[in-house]
């Protein structure tokens, strides 16, 4: 920006009078440049606005960038500057102010007013015309001609080509008031020199070669002594001018519209919604509502004292009284004195004072709702892409566009300057608060004026005002923009509900300089106090100094209270509030609570605490706040104040007590309040959707809250280079668990990533003790050894009885059997009625096995055979046996020390079903691999025949088939429905308010979940992670493995029944007795769809509610769109809701327990369960067996063992019954009658669930307590 003499001091230069003929050759030059504005091509630039061709001098179509279309002559692209200089002359670059005139404008007033220049969508471009203005003549004219130029000068100021009627008339009358009080020649030579400052400023020395800007020094430069006195005295002009300030108030909230014709930007985006708080008074500021002075409005886009991401300051006029920082200082304190004659000559000093103060100030007009508010700065604005930038300006108009009142008559304008003096007199028709009642009478009374508001306050309609132009003169604020090229264009609603209390009113802070960067920014760089952006810089820099100086009132005296409207009348708030028992949950900050009723809203009140431990951890306090009434209540806002040091709030609830209507409320918060969020508005206990809200502003918080939370969550960007790319998404920046939000994760989680952190050192101290018996370098594969093993395991530990039997049985085919059907493993069993193709077993394989002359044939007729197999893991053992053969030896290294290459393959099982008093299910053939022998032959089937030796054939065919079981249950049931859950989880707090039902529910089962996942993500998952180290799939391979089960699993489709009934397990308890896994899977299955269902039919009383819950709608999209789960469709039916909801709680809960719960018991004897193998899988028969280092070779050493064992142990839910067990819902987010009916119907078909379980297990060697509900965790916990 640069600078030049100040508009003060400028009344020493003149402009040179213009010859005729020179004239005559601009009109030539521009005639040949720009009479073709023919749309015969149109292009679209990068922020989404339409270009135009023109012809060139030289007779080339070029396109016409929108600052040429504003102003030809003087802003083009640097490869057409030369040709449109030379064209038009030095002397037109000297006069590019006047040529603001020359805009094209619209053959008729039908055609393009009102059409956006930058709308994508828009593919019309209406035929326009350039028209020049008339160009001065010699100086000898008389009076009545003087009086025309100077009104052709005041175009040029404004840079208006068609002004609307009503500010012509005012220019008029501004024209014919200096022309009256001074003498002609005067009045032309202020004229002159203010357009001459104008040229000057607008328009820096350019070089005749390069085009580029010559650098100029500064006069009064920005940030020296001169600068900074004008600041301070601005502040000091501030007060003064503010001192009488009587504002009325009102609060509600904005709504971004959902059509914008405005560049895609982060701040606006469609459908945002925002608290608002309104303020109108005015300026010079008065106790008397009557005085003529500007009429304010200002806006904050939050429901805070000073915290905001937007705050607007507008005021009556479309233009500004002056142009630069000094002008301002030198018209306020014109103003500050009072003193008509002072006022006077402010105004006539320069022109466009008295245009702006005859078009701004207001006499008395009907209401504040009625004015037209325009920003008395120019904005930055950028694009989301950041490639383009822009200007712009606000305005605010009425919704329903009443024409504006109390404009200064023509009569009243000679008589300005007395008006605005100290002893003008008002007219006593009126009192002196009248706008101020009527404002309020407007918000209390809506139905008073049903032409004016609907049944949700009053409205307004936030616009801007744009242009793609970055010139210095389009930063004027002098500047009146052409609104055919420039229209209004609608951004937002602003609804104002409820007036806003007078401590409120007191406390609140407006400043130009609070903006959404990087959407909206303050003109710059400021170089010295005569550039155009130093309005806007000076005014920020006052009052942020005023603000520094005065810190927020947050209690008004009673005398300021009551003259703002606060109503008289008081009553008790009764207050009870519950600190959370969580680590640092205790706060040294202020709370203050604003109370919000169907009868308006209470100040933010804070709490006086009586005790220290109020808002320590734990703290129970009981507060009274005293207030007016609000009637029944809508919600209530909770404020942390912010200190220097952060002391973040953790508050479970709070019960508010109305002794006025006798009347109790539960309000379940369980967030953290944080310097960052520092306000949370809570609702009563009762779930609500959106439709059956009973009001817009409340609907407008719901809005707001998950806006706000989308802001906080925002998805990760997941690139291909991401490893985990290919898994569901996460939050951005959630790489390490320091950047996980404190609302979801709990106190565990730092302690679980310590554990992570120390495991992949190599410490594994936390599991010394168990960790010797398994890892011992004397141990042998013996049954004396597992003998000694088991023994001393039952007497150590008494939760250890699966375990024992593990080691005391493993080796038997019975027990093999046992853990493929009520162990952990993922349920792959099925019930076989065709033999498969692939499958290579014959009846003379397994005759024996069969008995009584029974074929393989008739056995599965009788659904007596089943089978077992891993095809998801057939391509990647493939990779696995292919990179471990050629780079054997060369993995990576362990303490130093080389890994040695690991192996799994896809086996097949076929199981039997025997006959008798106590059926078992059996193995009675094994197929290691689908590829041939390396003779040629058919692959190899392991069978009862191959059980030769101590460690034969057949236990190793059952060890690898178990090694492919622990890596397909800790990758695909364990792991991968973490992860898929923690998209729900986000996607969750990102679309459903805390109110809806949905969200009450599902939210007491996601704790922690992305908590946990961020950490399995920084220490589990990457390739040089703990499960790499220990399972065979590695390199990637395991993160492909989980994305493929995560891709075959539909969660709109997810049904435990349904799983069983298609792997054919329903039937033929007779043939497949003591299938405990299954019964109890089903029971709990069907217990959390009943109380789901229960559950839900209090809020969705039919199909159509379903499909009109726009909420539920947006968290199935953000799931899809950003969580990463494609397959998920929005359900059209109850049942269908009651699917979806119930699978996410089956997973969160017994699913869960069924897959972890068993972890240690199974993998804690490496022989049962390998998590790899360490030699390739055989190709050939050994007869005599294996020797026993033989088999040791074959396992994992013991160092891996180790390592498997701690990792285990980490991901193990522990033997003890469940902290927070399922059905506990301990946290009060229900207050339903109906809800807490169906919740004691839940845990009561849990505790039979239970007490059947008991008794079966207690005549049961080997019990099946997995899916005790006692031991299932209500959510994801390690």
């Not at 300006?393 to 003096?421: C, H, W």
């Amino acid at each position: 920006m640069t600078s030049s003499p100040s508009p003060d001091d400028a009344l020493t230069s003149s402009l040179s009078a213009k010859t005729v003929n020179s004239f005559e050759s601009e009109e030539s030059a521009m005639q040949s440049t720009w009479s073709a504005a023919l749309p015969s091509q149109e292009s679209s630039d990068p922020g989404g606005f339409q270009f135009h061709l023109r012809k060139d001098v030289d007779g080339q179509e070029r396109s016409l960038d929108p600052d040429a279309r504003l102003d030809p002559l003087v802003h083009d692209d640097d490869e057409h500057q030369s040709t449109a200089r030379e064209a038009t002359g030095d002397a037109l670059r000297r006069s590019s102010f006047e040529l603001l005139d020359d805009h094209p404008s619209p053959l008729n007033e039908d055609t393009t007013a009102g059409v956006s220049l930058w709308s994508e969508t828009s593919a019309e471009v209406h035929p326009r015309s350039y028209v020049q203005t008339e160009r001065l003549q010699r100086m000898s004219m008389d009076k009545k001609q003087r009086r025309s130029i100077s009104l052709d000068r005041f175009d040029a100021i404004s840079g208006a080509v068609s002004p609307t009627q009503h500010h012509t008339d005012i220019r008029q009358n501004a024209v014919d008031i200096i022309s009256r009080e001074l003498n002609p020649e005067e009045s032309e030579r202020r004229t002159r020199q203010e357009a001459d400052l104008f040229q000057k400023l607008s328009l820096p020395k350019v070089d005749a070669v390069s085009g580029r800007r010559l650098p100029t020094a500064p006069i009064m430069p920005w940030g020296g002594p001169e600068a900074a006195a004008v600041v301070q005295s601005l502040r000091v002009n501030h007060d003064h001018l503010t001192r009488n300030r009587k504002p009325v108030g009102a609060v509600g909230f904005a709504v971004v519209n959902d059509e914008l014709r405005i560049p895609t930007n982060d701040f606006f985006v469609p459908g945002r919604k925002f608290d608002v708080r309104l303020e109108h008074s005015s300026f010079p500021a008065s106790r008397d509502d009557r005085r003529v002075n500007f009429k304010t409005m200002s806006i904050k886009l939050s429901d805070q004292d000073v915290d905001s991401p937007l705050d607007l300051v507008l005021r009556t006029g479309q233009i500004s009284p002056y142009c630069a920082a000094d002008g301002m200082d030198a018209y306020q304190t014109a103003l500050r004195t009072g003193k008509a004659k002072i006022i006077k000559d402010a105004l006539l000093s320069k022109p466009v004072c008295m245009e702006a103060t005859l078009d701004g100030v207001r006499y008395q007009p009907e209401s504040y709702y009625d004015q037209h508010y325009y920003s008395p700065v120019v904005y930055n604005f950028r694009s989301a892409d950041g490639a383009r930038k822009y200007l712009a300006r606000f305005r605010v108009i009425p919704k329903d566009e009443v024409p504006e009142t109390g404009r200064l008559q023509p009569d009243q304008m000679d008589n300005v300057a007395d008006f605005l003096s100290h002893d003008f007199v008002p007219s006593t028709e009126k009192t002196n608060n009248y706008l101020r009642e009527e404002y309020r009478q407007r918000l209390e009374q809506p139905s008073t004026r049903p032409s004016v508001v609907n049944s949700q306050g009053l409205r307004y309609d936030l616009q801007i005002q744009m242009s793609p132009s970055s010139d210095d003169k389009w930063y004027n604020p002098c500047l009146l923009w052409n609104e055919p090229y420039h229209p209004w264009l609608s951004l937002a609603t602003l609804t104002a509900v409820d007036p806003l209390p007078g401590p409120s009113l007191q406390s609140t802070q407006f400043s130009v300089g609070r903006l959404p960067a990087p959407t909206l920014g303050l003109p710059g760089p400021v170089s010295s106090v005569q550039d155009f952006n130093s309005v806007a810089e000076a005014l920020a820099q006052a009052t942020a100094a005023k603000q520094k100086a005065e810190p927020v009132p947050r209690k008004a005296n009673d005398a300021a209270a009551a003259e703002s409207g606060y109503g008289a009348k008081q009553a008790e708030y009764y207050l009870y509030c519950i600190t959370g028992d969580r680590l640092n949950a205790g706060t040294m900050s202020n709370v203050f609570v604003c109370i919000v009723g169907t009868k308006g809203r209470t100040a933010f009140q804070k709490l006086q605490p009586r005790y220290k431990t109020d808002f320590e951890r734990s703290g129970k306090a009981t507060f009274i706040v005293v207030d007016k009434p609000v009637g029944e209540l809508r919600y209530m806002k909770v404020l942390k104040e912010k200190q220097a040091t952060p002391s973040d709030w953790y508050l479970e609830y709070i019960v508010l007590s109305t002794p006025y209507n006798n009347k109790s409320y539960t309000l379940p918060c369980y967030r953290w309040l944080t310097d960052r969020i520092c306000t949370l508005t809570v609702r009563d206990g009762p779930g609500v959707l959106y439709l059956a809200e009973s009001s817009e502003d409340v609907q407008a918080q719901r809005s707001i809250e998950t806006s706000t939370r989308s802001e906080q969550l925002q998805w990760r960007i997941i690139h291909g280079e991401n490893p985990f790319s290919m898994l569901p998404g996460y939050l951005r920046g959630a790489d390490h668990l320091s950047a996980v939000p404190s609302d979801l994760q709990s106190d565990s989680m730092t302690a679980l990533e310590l554990q992570w952190r120390e495991h992949r050192a190599g410490k594994f101290s936390l599991f010394k003790t168990i960790l010797k018996f398994f890892t011992s370098r004397k141990a042998t594969i013996s049954v004396e050894f597992e003998k000694t093993l088991a023994d001393t395991i039952a007497d150590k530990y008494e939760n250890s009885k699966v375990m024992v039997h593990i080691i005391r049985h493993w080796r038997e085919d019975a027990e093999f059997g046992r853990q493929l059907i009520n162990g952990i493993s993922p349920l792959r069993i099925r019930r076989l009625e065709t033999m498969p193709s692939d499958l290579k077993v014959t009846n003379d394989m397994v005759k024996d096995s069969l008995g009584q002359d029974r074929t393989l044939e008739e056995e599965i007729r009788g659904g007596r055979i089943f089978m077992i197999s891993f095809p998801e893991l057939l391509e990647p053992s493939i990779i696995c046996l292919a990179e471990a053969d050629s780079n054997r030896g060369s993995s990576r290294k362990q303490k130093g020390k080389q890994l040695p290459p690991r192996f799994v393959c896809a086996p097949k099982v076929l199981l039997y079903s025997t006959r008798g008093d106590k059926p078992v299910i059996v193995p009675i053939a094994i197929q290691l691999s689908e590829a041939q022998t390396p003779n040629g032959g058919e692959p190899i089937v392991y069978t009862k025949h191959d059980d030769r030796g101590t460690y034969s054939d057949w236990m190793v065919a059952k060890m690898w088939v178990r090694a492919a079981a622990t890596n397909a249950l800790l990758l695909g049931p364990n792991l991968s429905f973490h992860l898929m859950m923690e998209p729900v989880s986000i996607a969750l707090l990102r679309n459903l308010p805390a109110v809806h039902p949905v969200h009450k529910l599902l939210v007491q089962h996601l704790k922690d979940i992305v908590a946990i996942n961020t950490v399995y993500r920084q220490h589990v998952l990457p390739n040089d992670g703990a499960l790499p180290e220990v399972l065979a799939l590695t390199k990637g391979l395991h993160l492909q493995y989980i994305a493929k089960v995560i891709n075959s699993v539909d969660l709109g489709q997810f049904d435990a029944e349904m799983i069983f009934r298609k792997l054919n397990l329903l039937t033929g308890d007779d043939i497949l007795p003591g299938f405990w896994l299954r019964d109890d899977s089903l029971r709990h299955w069907a217990a959390i769809k009943e109380f789901v269902q229960e559950f839900l039919s209090v809020y969705y009383k039919s199909d159509s509610a379903v499909v009109s819950d726009k909420e539920f709608a947006g968290f199935i999209a953000d799931l899809r769109e950003n969580g990463c789960l494609t397959s998920l469709t929005l359900p059209q039916s109850m049942e269908q809701l009651v699917q979806f909801v119930t699978a996410i709680v089956y997973i969160c809960t017994s699913h869960h327990a069924l897959v972890s719960r068993g972890l240690l018991d199974t993998f804690a004897y490496c022989p049962n369960s390998p998590s790899c193998m360490m030699k390739p899988p055989p190709t050939s028969r050994h007869p005599t067996g294996y020797t026993e280092q033989q088999m040791k070779e074959m396992l994992p050493n013991p160092d891996h063992v180790e390592r498997f064992i701690a990792f285990v142990m980490l991901l193990f839910g522990g033997y003890k019954p469940a902290e927070v067990a399922l059905g506990s819902y301990q946290e009060r987010y229900f207050t339903e009658e109906s809800c807490l009916v169906a919740i004691e119907k839940f845990r009561g078909r849990l505790r039979q669930i239970s007490e059947d379980i008991r008794l079966r297990n207690a005549n049961v060697e080997c019990p099946f307590e997995y899916l005790l509900p006692e031991n299932v965790h209500q959510y994801f916990t390690v």
